[in-house]
Structure formats: C-alpha cells, structure tokens
C-alpha cells in the first residue's frame, strides 16, 4: 500500500524567500507524481506533474524534482510571496493502480508580508 | 486539461437528512472519482464510478450511505446518507487524464 508523507506540515517565512517542500513515498514504482495547491475551503489546483521518466519540471517560481530511487520529491518555491499561502500536496498512484492516487499530508505554507 | 463543476458549493444540514452532490465534467472520461476531505485532514477516496456499472468503494465507504450514480461519461453524483456531524467534510469530484484534475469541492457542514 502506497503511504505518502509530507514534511513538515506547516511552514511560516518571510515574504521574498526561498523554500523547499518534501514529499516521501514508499512505493518507488510509480507512474507520476503531481503537486497541488489548496486554498483552505476550496478544490485542488494542479501545479507540476512529473513523470516517472522526467527528474524535474518547472513552472514560473515552481520547481518540481523527482527521486524515484529515493521514493523522494522536493517543490522548491523561489522569492515566495504572501499569494503563495495554501496548503501544498504532493499525489502519487496508489501500488497496482494507475488511476488511485494517493495523497499526502500536506504542507500548510504561509508567506508573511 | 479537464473542467468541472460541483452543484452545490456548500451547504448546512440537519442530522439524519440526505445530500447529492453532482459533477459536471466538460469532456467524456472513463471513471470519477468522490474523495472527501475531513477538516484538517488530507484527502480519502470515497469511491470510483465508471459509466455503465456499479461504483467501487474503498475500505470503510459503503454503497447504502454514499449512494453513487454515473448515468453518463459526463456527469455523477454522490449522495451522502443519513448525514451525522462527523460527514461534515469537503466532498470533491476528480477525473484523471494524464493527471488529476478536482472540481471546486462541496463544502458540508452538518449540525
């Protein structure tokens, strides 16, 4: 069964800086993996997917990187900004099934002004 | 990409009532899929509906208290049954294409 962790779960900085969010599963054999930003009482809003054969993808200030060796995934958020604030998570297919997906715990990140 | 929608946005419910929530995709898919979302909670598949068949439930979900109906490759709904205070969750719709896609969620509180 497909667990996945995110670390850590909640997060406050400085608006302008750098950050990282980690993403860890356990089921290495996976077809892609794909964050989301959530605002709280809302839907989920894709914002990178990687696929199992791709290392990193990048997105404006987003950046995603994939270790699938390592069952790692790391979303690196340059010069962040007070918008950035929502919960981030990480989804990957759960083992033995493309179309499941399993969800992270999720990040809460806030950007002080 | 995917486009959907959920009807209704939110809502408040007594104890004992009954929900549907509907989903509205803009083009055709296979499955959809119901996850809920507890408060501060991530988020937990309820079920998979397919066109044509009956829905597939994940552990701890069962068809008499979320009722599923998929009459096209379009459209669901959910139905959350003889509603307690602890269904008071978000309940979002979700296609997979290449990747996942959520409608806006359905924000229920039961009192």
Redesign the interface.
Known sequence: KQEVTQIPAALSVPEGENLVLNCSFTDSAIYNLQWFRQDPGKGLTSLLLIQSSQREQTSGRLNASLDKSSGRSTLYIAASQPGDSATYLCAVPSSGGYQKVTFGTGTKLQVIP | SAVIS?KPSRDICQRGTSLTIQCQVDSQVT?M?WYRQQPGQ??T?IA?ANQGSEATYESGFVIDKFPISRPNLTFSTLTVSNMSPEDSS?Y?CSV?L????????T?LTVL
Do not use: D, H, K, W
């Open positions: 959920q499955m899929f991530s988020l598949l998979t978000i979002l997979r290449n990747e996942q896609f959520f409608g806006p969620g924000r």
